[in-house]
């Protein structure tokens, strides 16, 4: 969730693997949009989702992990351009930190919602209403917005006005590299991680017990299980985010020759792949969503089947 997660200045890379590098985030980056774009459309096409929470939270974090991809391949790719205008930078770093921030939050927010429906079936229309869940998402970017917005403040106020309009290789370290950025950023971590895995923690153990206690079928139990724990893997993946800095710190000295290569790696691996196990785990495990996107691709394919609501 720290800013500093986003690319690094490429350095030392020659031509090919630069282009190699370019290629694959990319690539990566078109498929997993394409995909999420599909469960955008079926949301956009299907009023059936429109009244339940759980639709709009998925289909929020979808769109959001969408829009980071788009935000942290391009700054990519801008590290292997001419230099950029600061103010544009700040810009692109402020909406690429809000996204990278928003997807814990979201996942967090998600894993309450499972929470309530299992544990608090009875309460569960009451407290997960559809204007409540817009309010959750406006907060969480709100809360995402107010530390991006401080490290331009900061910046400001620690700098000449005149950096705004210079030119920059466009990567957080290079515009927010002041010792109070340190300081906000190590404070921002550690109010971030706490949260998110307190909530995690608790929520995900709850529902996990209660699905084992109160179910008595042996299948059914086995099955809400497995689902829990692929929600966990999903989450877990999305966290490595917070530990990679310090798994860089440690590779680094070890291996100075590959820096760039360790820095690479850790960013594909912790940016750009758990967007794509996001649509696996929430969208194609859900009956009700696999069904219209079983319909989807029939009629792709000119075999259109009907769906039974």
């Known amino acids: 969730m720290n800013s500093s997660r986003f690319p690094s200045r490429p350095g030392q890379d020659d031509f090919k693997d630069a282009f190699i590098k370019n290629f694959i985030v990319v690539f990566l980056g078109v498929a997993i949009s394409y995909i999420n774009g599909v469960f955008v459309f079926i949301f956009s096409r299907s009023p059936v989702f429109y009244m339940e929470s759980r639709y709009i939270l998925y289909i929020h974090l979808v769109i959001n992990d969408t829009i980071m991809l788009c935000i942290t391949v391009t700054l990519q790719v801008m590290t292997y351009f001419p230099l950029v205008n600061v103010s544009v930078c700040c810009i692109l770093l402020l909406l690429g930190s809000m996204t990278y921030k928003n997807t814990p939050m979201s996942l967090a927010g998600m894993a309450v919602e499972r929470y309530i429906a299992i544990c608090k079936p009875l309460r569960h229309s009451q407290i997960c209403t559809v204007r409540r869940t817009y309010m959750l998402i406006i907060f969480i970017w709100i809360v995402t917005f107010v530390p991006g917005l ?16 210079s030119n920059i290789l466009c990567y957080s370290l290079a515009i927010y590299n002041t010792s109070y950025h340190l300081d906000k950023a190590i404070v921002e971590y550690a109010l971030f991680l706490s949260f998110v895995w307190i909530t995690l923690i608790y929520t995900y153990f709850r529902v996990f017990f209660a699905a084992k ?19 966990g893997v999903q989450l877990l993946l999305c966290m490595l985010s917070y530990f990679t800095p310090l798994l860089e710190l440690i590779l680094i000295p070890f291996f ?12 594909v691996i912790t940016s750009i792949l758990p967007r794509l196990l996001t649509p696996l785990i929430y969208g194609i495990r859900d ?10 691709f029939s009629v792709c394919t000119g075999k259109v089947r009907p769906i039974k609501t």
């Open 150 to 165: 401080a490290d331009i403040i900061i910046l400001s106020l620690t700098r000449p006005l005149t950096i705004f309009t």
């Open 213 to 231: 206690t109160a179910t008595t079928d042996a299948v059914s139990a086995k099955k809400a299980q497995n689902t829990i724990l692929l929600h």
């Open 256 to 267: 100075p020759n590959d820096k760039f290569k360790i820095l690479f790696s850790n960013f």
């Open 287 to 296: 009956q009700k969503f696999f069904k219209y996107i079983k319909n989807y």
